[in-house]
């Protein structure tokens, strides 16, 4: 551990931690939080959460939690595939089938586990069966600036999770440059063989970047792949696009089964921690097959189902949102509202979502920034520093009022009047 000892020390002694808080209370945008490392508290107004539609504390997601508690307990204490399979498990992947407009839903613990799933139910299949071999490689695409969670999975697919050697056909993977479709296009002219099954993965909102995948361009392509897989992770994406929050098919006015139509297979991760309230994922797809390939997974076999109460508050958030769409509305206009105030004042917002990052000159630091922010002002953003180029990465919700907005872009123009000093050129 010796190594690690000295990585951490020379980690602190430069500035790379990050600053720590402890959440003591939250309502609304307005929370109460304690300096880990002084213990101080203070009460800051918040655009560094994800509950992008406020539903986090609406009464009917909490009540949702609370009697699933009362009914079931908090944990299922078992594994769906054995006996931890609850019915709020089915009305669940029903909901999610319908605002997804795709029939067939497997529940997740987490995004990290549902893309390994993905990973090895597709490329691995599951067992062994008698008469089947599977002898087609598969070739992977993938967006140079995808999440972790795709990072991760795709880079570990070449072997079935839980299995020292793999005995499946060979995987490849390959990246592209972010949203570069003729990147995309070159890349599978080049590398894919006659026999290749194919799988396209891309987030759909990038969560350091907040801009959206070329959704239409990349089915142009694909089309041209028959029976190619494309994965989109809608984690940034449900709630906050499209005109009813249903994601990025319905932002570019498209349904999933256009997709099929065109001889592409469409996959969609849903994620809970953003828009329901709640922690887990999905994966949606047309092919009733994927599903119980999903549920056997290493990922789903060897740990608990989603919990009771986190699975009733996912479910009674997506309910919220097909009710009230103006939630969703209410969240685009913010968006809008905030990016005008930020670009009114000359601050470089990147992308076009309600994930907002902030370019700042590169000699301000953004964690000091961000603290400057904090500790004078009330302002709680999130500095970004040590995983992608240095921003400020702000997230809008649909509670924010044009008050807080203002409040939070006057704030940054005083921080950077007083940290900032350009440098003049003769």
Same mark, same amino acid.
């Given at each position: 551990?010796?190594?690690?000892?000295?990585?951490?020390?020379?980690?602190?002694?430069?500035?790379?931690? !990050?600053?720590?808080?402890?959440? *003591?209370?939250?309502?609304?945008?307005?929370?109460?939080?304690?300096?880990?490392?002084? @213990?101080?508290?203070?009460?800051?107004?918040?655009?560094?959460?994800?509950?992008?539609?406020?539903?986090?504390?609406?009464?009917?997601?909490?009540?949702?939690?609370?009697?699933?508690?009362? +009914?079931?307990?908090?944990?299922?204490?078992?594994?769906?595939?054995?006996?931890?399979?609850?019915?709020? *498990?089915?009305?669940?992947?029903?909901?999610?089938?319908?605002? +997804?407009?795709?029939?067939?839903?497997?529940?997740?613990?987490?995004?990290?586990? &549902?893309?390994?799933?993905?990973?090895?139910?597709?490329?691995?299949?599951?067992?062994?069966?008698?008469?089947?071999?599977?002898?087609?490689?598969?070739?992977?695409?993938?967006?140079?600036? =995808?999440?972790?969670?795709?990072?991760?999975?795709?880079? =570990?697919? @070449?072997?079935?999770?839980?299995?020292?050697?793999?005995?499946?056909?060979?995987?490849?993977?390959?990246?592209?440059?972010?949203?570069?479709?003729?990147?995309?296009?070159?890349?599978?002219?080049?590398?894919?063989?006659?026999?290749?099954?194919?799988?396209?993965?891309?987030?759909?909102?990038?969560?350091?970047?907040?801009?959206?995948? !070329?959704?239409?361009?990349?089915?142009?392509?694909?089309?041209?792949?028959?029976?190619?897989?494309?994965?989109?992770?809608?984690?940034?994406?449900?709630?906050?696009?499209?005109?009813?929050?249903?994601?990025?098919?319905? *932002?570019?006015?498209?349904?999933?089964?256009?997709?099929?139509?065109?001889?592409?297979? !469409?996959?969609?991760?849903?994620?809970?921690? +953003?828009? &329901?309230?709640?922690?887990?994922?999905?994966?949606?797809?047309?092919?009733?097959?994927?599903?119980?390939?999903?549920?056997?997974?290493?990922?789903?076999?060897?740990?608990?189902?989603?919990?009771?109460?986190?699975?009733?508050?996912?479910?009674?958030?997506?309910?919220?949102?097909?009710?009230?769409?103006?939630?969703?509305?209410?969240?685009?206009?913010?968006?809008?509202?905030?990016?005008?105030?930020?670009?009114?004042?000359?601050?470089?917002?990147?992308?076009?979502?309600?994930?907002?990052?902030?370019?700042?000159?590169?000699?301000?630091? !953004?964690?000091?920034?961000?603290?400057?922010?904090?500790?004078?002002?009330?302002?709680?953003?999130?500095?970004?520093?040590? /995983?992608?180029?240095?921003?400020?990465?702000?997230?809008? =919700?649909?509670?924010?009022?044009?008050?807080?907005?203002?409040?939070?872009?006057?704030?940054?123009?005083?921080?950077? =009047?007083?940290?900032?000093?350009?440098? /003049?050129?003769?």
């Amino acid at each position: 551990m010796q190594i690690v000892k000295e990585y951490v020390q020379r980690w602190y002694e430069s500035g790379l931690d !990050p600053d720590e808080y402890v959440c *003591h209370n939250k309502q609304g945008n307005i929370v109460e939080i304690e300096d880990a490392a002084t @213990g101080d508290r203070r009460t800051v107004l918040t655009f560094c959460t994800n509950d992008v539609l406020g539903l986090v504390q609406e009464e009917a997601v909490k009540q949702a939690a609370i009697d699933a508690i009362l +009914k079931y307990g908090t944990s299922n204490s078992s594994t769906s595939v054995l006996s931890g399979r609850i019915d709020l *498990h089915r009305q669940l992947e029903d909901e999610i089938s319908a605002f +997804k407009h795709l029939p067939h839903t497997q529940l997740f613990m987490n995004a990290w586990m &549902a893309m390994q799933a993905l990973m090895d139910a597709f490329c691995h299949l599951a067992i062994p069966v008698p008469g089947f071999q599977n002898t087609r490689e598969t070739l992977i695409l993938t967006d140079v600036l =995808n999440h972790g969670c795709i990072v991760s999975a795709v880079v =570990n697919a @070449g072997t079935r999770s839980g299995k020292v050697f793999g005995h499946s056909p060979r995987v490849r993977v390959k990246a592209y440059r972010h949203c570069n479709m003729e990147d995309l296009a070159r890349k599978l002219r080049r590398y894919a063989l006659p026999d290749d099954r194919i799988m396209v993965i891309s987030d759909a909102v990038f969560s350091m970047d907040g801009d959206i995948a !070329p959704l239409p361009e990349m089915l142009d392509i694909l089309e041209n792949y028959p029976g190619s897989v494309l994965v989109m992770d809608e984690a940034h994406a449900s709630g906050s696009i499209g005109k009813t929050g249903r994601g990025i098919y319905e *932002h570019f006015n498209l349904l999933p089964m256009q997709a099929v139509q065109r001889g592409v297979v !469409p996959l969609i991760m849903t994620t809970f921690s +953003k828009f &329901a309230a709640s922690a887990g994922a999905a994966i949606s797809s047309h092919v009733a097959e994927l599903v119980p390939l999903l549920n056997v997974s290493p990922t789903s076999i060897g740990t608990i189902s989603l919990p009771p109460p986190m699975t009733a508050a996912a479910l009674e958030s997506i309910r919220q949102v097909r009710k009230a769409p103006e939630l969703v509305q209410k969240l685009q206009e913010n968006t809008r509202y905030l990016r005008s105030r930020l670009a009114e004042h000359d601050f470089v917002a990147i992308g076009e979502t309600n994930v907002i990052p902030v370019i700042l000159p590169s000699e301000l630091n !953004p964690k000091l920034f961000a603290r400057e922010l904090l500790q004078t002002h009330g302002i709680w953003v999130s500095p970004i520093w040590f /995983i992608a180029k240095p921003r400020v990465r702000i997230t809008v =919700n649909a509670l924010h009022t044009q008050a807080d907005m203002d409040r939070l872009v006057s704030t940054m123009v005083a921080t950077r =009047n007083l940290l900032y000093k350009p440098t /003049i050129s003769a």
